[in-house]
């Protein structure tokens, strides 16, 4: 039997202090996160970081948390649900890097299951270190365990495939639609990576250019490219989505629409740093109106491609079976 194991970043248990510390504390002890000697970056995690920051985290998770629980859990099981269905012959499962269900406990009950060949699939567009290479080393880590391992292909970044920016311009162009304004300028918001990342050699930046340059093709008009979620004192990619949505109106743009193009599901990065409080800063500076645009998420758009994806890197495997 083939698996296929999408993985996403992760989220907390709940969205109260205790369970974000936990969360943050296995996220931000990830050394390809934090490109620190642990014994420098510890004590600030453990004596600065986790005594106050969980509690201000928990108040940004509380404001997107559902019923079905954190939007980026819910959204990325029902992907793995739909893409199941669309692919019966094979076993999909999803797992998160930090906090559960852990990459580990899938992989060995993938194998339980006969899964001889699995493909991992982290759902980053753009590669990056902190991203896509931190899941495929959970996963090796786990595989270093095993007597008997499975195969293993990994799905590449994909921040350029045609189905990918065309799942995109679908999406954004269905967005707009809906809109009950016409936006003067169209923000593409990526997470923002420490600076020192680039000139590291991490390709993410230029994966992050790259992709919006195709979509503005695409779409046939000129994007605003910005990078969001600094932490730290560290110089990070600019320009930044806070500064940029504060400065526009003074520029005479009063109307916004803003997507993130770089998540394959909405979460608290997108739904309460965006939507909230990208939404204040912009209002609160002088702007009139203000959207922002869903993921591809589990919609028409985001399976179809999702399903070109997964089904080009499962090629050879589902033949042989």
Known sequence: MIGVLLINLGTPEAPEPAAVRTYLGEFLSDPRVIEIPKWAWQPILRGVILPTRPRKSAEAYRQVWSEEGSPLAAITARQAKALQA????VRVDHAMRYGRPAIA????????????????????????????????????????????????????PYYDDP??????????????????FEP????????????RTRTLGDPYYDHCLATARLLSQALGRELVVTFQSRFGRA????????????????????????VAPGFSADCVETLEELDIRGRETFLESGGTDFAYLPCLNDSEAGMAMLRTLIARELAGWTEAK
């Not at 189905?163 to 009950?180: D, F, M, N, Q, T």
């Not at 110089?235 to 803003?258: C, F, M, N, S």
Request: aromatic share 6%; net charge positive.
């Open 86 to 89: 669309a692919l019966p012959d």
């Open 105 to 156: 406990d899938r992989i060995e009950a993938l194998k339980r299951e006969g899964c001889e060949r699995i493909l991992l699939a982290p759902l980053y567009p753009q590669y990056c270190a902190a991203t896509t290479a931190t899941a495929n080393d959970k996963a090796f880590a786990k595989l270093a365990t095993m007597r008997w391992q499975p195969a293993i292909r990994t799905l590449p």
């Open 163 to 180: 189905a990918y920016i065309g799942a995109l311009k679908e999406s954004v162009e269905a967005s707009l639609a809906r809109l009950g």
């Open 184 to 195: 003067q300028a169209l923000v593409v918001s990526f997470h923002g990576m420490p600076e």
């Open 235 to 258: 110089q990070w990619l600019e320009p930044a989505t806070d500064v940029t949505l504060a400065a526009l109106p003074a520029k005479g743009v009063k109307r916004v629409a803003i």
